[in-house]
């Protein structure tokens, strides 16, 4: 049973079984590799998609799930150089290994287009989900308020 | 020539990473691929009755089977106690019995399914108490036919390796009348790396020869550990090593690349294998658990007239690592203070249980914890402040470490100075909620594991260079930032017009890996011999070309010019064109290995290193709130001072800390790992160990303590191992102030300080530690006879 | 595996289908919601279903209705959408904070809640407890029809629910009584709670406690009413420290539930400040 979807903007044909999780499709059929299965336990976040514009754990979504769906990747996510928050974090020296930031970015980018003004409390409980092993955090929260313009009120 | 190093250059493979285009070796395939996976034993112990293979070698999709008879090489760091599959013997949950490559992995699934074992199950040592009872079952029976590659440490059934220290006279130091004897008993967990990208491996034969993509720090061993494995000579494998997705010290040693090697060049086809998470959980090469006993005698001036210790570290089924780190009791928990008499004593202890290995600072965490939660339990014993105990007897200029080595500078005082002032700066926490706070500073003593590294420079026509090392980037950036950086100054380029070679065995010369703070260190003390090279080669054309010595010209801003204003000159472009036309291209090549710095003779036995080349000292602090009712620890503030020799990247060695810092407090108070009595690690994945997520951290205040001696090129230290050093110390010692509980154990999860505070938890007693230092050793201190 | 006639997943379109699927199926069916229980089992080395059916496009299931005197939650809803919906309503406070509070976002806006309490070996669900507080009711369905039963009822009797049926919707009181949710997750959030403490509360005009709900989740494996906590604190005036006091008398009746996150005895030991804070939330 093909499941059809459109993936960054193009039409897309999975041929998987029903079940495959979501991440698996992307990696192994359509060869998209920036998102990661880290944990496939819903966890980590490193495997972030947005479907139909919502943050998806695509470790945990079957592919049937995702059928008519628009689903974005990070691959996809800008047509044209860095996002705010790409840039911001690249500005801030943010990444180590790399592993989590196209799950973090994904995360991000929806919760800074819904949520404006942050405060600090609010980017980290927005990354309840997306574990971060080298970093420690703290850039990637200031890479996020740097965005949202929210310094002056997020710096303790 | 002095050497400016020092920018805020940033990292070139950021880009990258936040597009998702970075392609780690979990990322990588090739045509006709196939995928393998590992069967591993279920049973602590056991004796190996059959692996019957023929089945699964029949099913559909199955290319090619691999056992115990296709591997008959022994490996190990310091002793050779390792053999990829279990031989006739299974030592450990999760120890492999076979290996298979399919075209699909459902179909490798499927065979491993259909391998028929047979393993009749033995008694099993689960905890190093029990490995060490007398009559104890052996984890390795056959353990004095093993190849030991060092000599000096004495071994015998469990005990793997023993490594001792003794610096004068120690029982007449605890007979002196005006000591006060302070005995303190501590214990720890293991502790999983967690690196997000599992290992992993894509393994080809080709051309008679294996070519290895691994995700690992350590590309020569990998190599080497290969080739006695499979019995070939090690110049048959070339490993390569794409971007790894973090370490830890997790990819410091050898991991599944044999497999994937032995399946390609039986099926003839590119192989790949990856450890599902749960593989990575059960077979993790923890951090060790440990167990210590620390004593010492002081005066009530504070001075430590005489201490002894034993810390017994569980090596797990296989010695690994551990048998190194017996060598790091001496340089950690010997290290800190100046201390009259020190005997000290490290026994690696094997148990029926999954392998442990490097992390971030490995034992030196753990011995931290203790020595500073022990130095506490010392200053209430005399009655002074802990803060001016430390200031008393913190290692200074001359003094003598535990082996005897002579310290040099001042260090640790300065430090501590520092540390009141960044103290100062922020108001204390406290406020009447019902919890309980507490505050603590501590110090804690690295080093950087030095040792041989290699490094070519290529200098080319267009004005770059290319750095050709066995470098890995793991992502600390010492690849992206720090090398290129020296390398650039040295030749008076723009770093981003350093080309890095990824790392290639068959590319760049031998280097010990990765890992103990030696990147930038070691790595950069041989790319700075190869640059010097180059530029000692071009400032020559150039003379020639400018009618002039070298000695006139500098060599800056992409220009070689005659000193002065308006000096004639060339772009270095130019220089390099002209003299690769006329001479052939310009190379440079450089090496660095440890340097050698002498401890005392006949006070160490055992060891691996007798001093440490490059000491690496830190000082934290931390403010903690204890919820009584629920025993959860808030980190309400951390700061950290670090000798960092000196600094060429700051806001590179600022993410380190940061990220080091949160690790340690995974460590501290979060991050579990429990072992069943059937030898089973219980916490598989990330719901049941639990890492330190947004909410739990805090920003780490940090202060760059530089100018301290390094032997390290222009005067650096590593700084990314050492910041997970005094976190756990620091938290413990925090939360001892907060409850006025004795902390002994690691981590401090809500379960275990409410349990303290309801006064569940007995003081932690250790039989199999006997009082008297003497009988815990398996022969008296001294060289082998 | 058994093989199955039917596809690993079939994404029904309505509840007819949906519950038509699941009747051809027999015991190889099982519904699927969110997902993020379910896609779990290999972790768990559980088998998964043979031929699951797919409920994430039913129509109505998503569907949350408030009324003034009661609410229906769609069987589909998830616990984004829960806590987002119950954001302004007092009474609801308790739910509103059990699905906004449990995971983490990407999660809630997976997780439904049918998955949370049809979940039979789950014992930390946060949904669970907060909705024994409001005693609500849970409609079944079956080809056969459809069956109204408290969550009380079904929770004894999930574990043995013939297949082919549905939790279709949740129905719950509304009151002028207030409600709490306190979960104890091990990190600040993000996990399982280790134990939880559900409360709802009405009182009279001059603050007497009228009637009390208290339910308990994930400190034994199934969540459950805690009526002697709810006699002690019906009565007199809502208070704190008493609250934590009578917890402390009574929690002895929990047999904690021993894990890898938390041992048996914990659970119950944070039952009493789970008590305070539940009480504090309300006043
Ligand atoms: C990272 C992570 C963190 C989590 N943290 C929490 C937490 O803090 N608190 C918490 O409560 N939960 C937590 N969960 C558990 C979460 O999976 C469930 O609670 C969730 O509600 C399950 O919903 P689902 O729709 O995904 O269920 P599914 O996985 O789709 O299904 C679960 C079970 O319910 C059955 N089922 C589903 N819908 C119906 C229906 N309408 N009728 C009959 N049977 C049905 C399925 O057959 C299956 O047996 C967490 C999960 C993850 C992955
Ligand atoms: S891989 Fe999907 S959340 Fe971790
Ligand atoms: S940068 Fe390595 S996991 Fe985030």
């Not at chain 2, 080739?227 to 000579?233: C, D, I, K, M, T």
């Not at chain 2, 290995?357 to 753990?366: H, I, L, P, T």
């Not at chain 3, 082919?164 to 306190?182: E, P």
Request: hydrophobic share 45%; charged share 20%.
């Amino acid at each position: 049973m093909p499941t059809d979807m459109t993936v960054n903007g193009e039409a897309r044909t999975s041929a998987r079984d029903p079940l495959t999780p979501l991440i698996d499709v992307l990696r192994d059929e359509f060869h998209l590799t920036g998102a990661k299965p880290v944990c496939r336990e819903g966890f980590c976040g490193a495997c972030t998609v947005l479907v139909d514009g919502e943050p998806t754990v695509s470790c945990l979504t079957p592919v049937a799930m995702a059928g008519d769906c628009d689903v974005v990747t990070i691959e996809g996510l800008s047509s044209c150089g860095l996002t705010d928050i790409q840039s911001r974090l690249e500005q801030g020296d943010a990444v180590q290994c790399g592993m989590c930031f196209p799950g973090m970015v994904m995360t991000l980018s929806h919760f800074l287009a819904h949520t404006p003004q942050p405060n600090r409390d609010e980017v980290r409980a927005a990354l309840t989900g997306n574990i971060c092993r080298c970093t420690g955090y703290e850039r990637i929260v200031e890479a996020a308020l740097a965005v949202a313009g929210g310094r002056a009120e997020g710096r303790r | 020539m002095t050497v400016d190093a020092v920018m805020e250059f940033r990292r070139r493979d950021a880009r990258d990473k936040l597009t998702g285009r970075t392609r780690y070796t979990i990322d990588r395939a090739a045509p006709g691929m196939l995928h393998a996976a590992v069967l591993r034993a279920e049973v602590a112990s056991g004796r190996l009755v059959t692996v019957d293979t023929s089945k699964a070698a029949a099913l559909p999709g199955v290319r090619a089977v691999a056992t115990a008879a296709d591997a008959p090489g022994r490996f190990g760091i310091g002793v050779s106690d390792h053999s990829l599959f279990a031989d006739g013997q299974v030592r450990y949950v999760g120890e492999p019995l076979a290996a298979v490559a399919a075209d699909t992995p459902e179909q490798a699934q499927a065979a491993l399914a259909a391998i028929e074992v047979a393993i009749e199950p033995l008694p099993a040592v689960v905890t190093m108490a029990e490995a060490l009872a007398p009559g104890a079952p052996l984890v390795h029976p056959d353990w004095q036919d093993y190849e030991v590659l060092p000599v000096g440490g004495a071994r015998a059934g469990n005990v793997a390796w023993e490594a001792t220290v003794v610096r004068g006279d120690v029982d007449a130091a605890f007979a002196r009348p005006d000591v006060t004897v302070v005995e303190s008993t501590f214990r720890v967990g293991r502790q999983n790396h967690m690196a997000f990208e599992p290992r992993a491996v894509v393994a080809r034969y080709e051309e008679d020869r294996f070519h290895i993509e691994t995700s690992t720090q350590v590309p020569w061993t990998i190599r080497n550990a290969t080739a006695r494995f499979l019995g070939v000579p090690a110049s048959q494998v070339r490993v390569t090593v794409p971007p790894v997705g973090g370490a830890f010290g997790l990819k410091f040693d050898v991991a599944i690349e044999p497999f994937a090697a032995l399946l390609a060049k039986k099926s003839g086809r590119a192989v790949r294998l990856v450890n599902s998470r749960e593989e990575e959980m059960l077979t993790c090469l923890f951090r060790e658990n440990a167990e210590i006993l620390i004593r010492s005698a002081v005066t009530s001036e504070g001075e430590i007239a005489g201490r002894e210790a034993v810390v017994l570290m569980d090596c797990g089924a296989h010695g690994g690592e551990q048998i190194f780190l017996t060598t790091m009791t001496a340089h950690t928990l010997g290290g800190n203070y100046k201390l009259g008499a020190v005997r000290l004593a490290t026994r690696a202890v094997y148990t029926n249980t999954p392998p442990n290995g490097a992390f971030r600072a490995c034992n030196g965490v753990y011995n931290t914890f203790a020595l500073e939660r022990h130095t506490d339990e010392i200053a209430a014993a005399i009655g002074m402040d802990p803060l001016e105990l430390r200031r008393r007897t913190v290692l200074g200029d001359g003094d003598l470490g535990a082996t005897g080595q002579v310290f040099e500078g001042d260090v640790l005082r300065p430090m501590l100075d520092r540390m009141e002032a960044l103290r100062a700066r922020t108001t204390p926490h406290e406020v009447d909620d019902g919890r309980l706070y507490g505050r603590a500073t501590t110090v804690g003593t690295w080093f950087v594991f030095t040792g041989p590294s290699a490094a070519t420079v290529n200098m080319n026509a267009d004005g770059s260079a290319t750095l050709v090392t066995s470098g890995v980037e793991i992502g600390s950036g010492s690849m992206m930032q720090g090398l290129p950086q020296i390398v650039a100054a040295t030749l008076g380029i723009r770093p981003e017009d350093v080309i890095v070679r990824q790392a290639d065995t068959d590319a760049a010369g031998y280097d010990v890996g990765v890992g103990g703070g030696r990147q930038t260190t070691s790595l950069g003390a041989a790319s700075l011999a190869a640059a010097q090279d180059v530029r000692a080669k071009l400032l020559a054309f150039a003379a020639q070309l400018l009618e002039a010595t070298p000695d006139d010209l500098v060599m800056a801003n992409g220009r070689i010019e005659i000193a002065g204003p308006n000096g004639k000159g060339f772009t270095i472009a130019e220089v390099a064109a002209r003299a690769q036309a006329a001479l052939g291209p310009i190379g440079g090549t450089g090496a660095a290995t440890r340097t050698g710095v002498p401890s005392m003779p006949g006070c160490v036995a055992g060891h691996f290193i007798d001093a440490i080349d490059i000491p690496v000292f830190a000082v934290h602090d931390c403010e903690v709130a204890v919820d009584r009712d629920t025993g959860h620890v808030e980190v309400l503030n951390y700061r950290v001072v670090q000798d960092v020799g000196r600094a060429l990247n700051r806001s590179a060695i600022g993410g380190q800390i940061q990220g080091g810092v949160v690790q340690g407090l995974g460590y501290a108070l979060h991050e579990e790992v429990s072992i069943d009595a059937l030898g089973h690690i219980r916490q598989c994945g990330f719901e049941t160990y639990r890492v330190p997520l947004a909410g739990d951290v805090v920003p780490v205040e940090v202060d760059l303590f530089e100018g301290a001696p390094s032997l390290g090129p222009l005067g650096i230290k590593g700084a990314g191992e050492v910041p997970i050093l005094n976190v756990g110390a620091t938290v413990a010692c925090a939360v001892a102030n907060a409850t006025g509980r004795r902390v002994q154990e690691l981590p401090l999860t809500p379960p275990r300080i409410l349990s303290l505070l309801l006064g569940r938890e007995p003081d932690l007693a250790l039989p199999h530690i006997q009082p008297a230092f003497a009988d815990n050793l398996l022969r008296p201190h001294g060289p082998e006879v | 595996m058994t093989p199955s006639a039917h596809p690993s997943l079939y994404v029904a379109p309505s509840l007819e289908d949906a519950l038509n699927a699941l009747a051809e199926r027999g015991a190889d069916g099982a519904p699927l919601a969110g997902g993020t229980w379910i896609m779990r089992a290999p972790l768990r080395h559980e088998a998964k279903s043979p031929a699951f059916v797919g409920l994430g496009r039913v129509a109505g299931f998503g569907r949350i209705e408030v009324h003034d005197d009661h609410v229906i939650i769609g069987a589909g809803v998830t616990h984004a959408r829960l806590a987002e919906a119950l954001r302004d309503i007092p009474d609801l406070q308790g739910l509103a904070a059990a699905a906004g509070r449990s995971a983490n976002p990407a999660v809630r806006r997976a997780a439904t809640v049918g998955g949370n309490l049809c979940t039979a070996g789950f014992a930390a669900a946060d949904l669970v407890p907060a909705l024994l507080c409001l005693e609500a009711e849970v409609e079944i369905a079956s080809r056969a029809g459809v069956q109204r039963l408290s969550l009380e009822a079904f929770l004894a009797a999930r574990a043995t629910l013939e297949p082919g049926r549905l939790l279709t919707q949740v129905h719950a009181l509304r009151s002028s009584a207030r409600s709490a949710h306190a979960r104890l997750p091990l990190r600040k959030a993000g996990d399982y709670p280790v134990a939880i403490l559900s409360m709802a509360v009405m009182r009279d005009d001059a603050g007497r406690v009228v009637r009390a709900r208290v339910a308990v989740g994930s400190v034994e494996a199934v969540a459950r009413r805690w009526p002697a906590l709810e006699a002690a604190l019906t009565g007199p005036p809502l208070d704190a420290a008493s609250a934590e006091r009578a917890a402390t008398d009574l929690a002895g009746e929990f047999d904690g539930r021993e894990g890898v996150d938390a041992p048996g005895w914990y659970r119950v030991a944070v039952l009493p400040a789970l008590a305070r804070r539940a009480v504090a939330a309300l006043l």
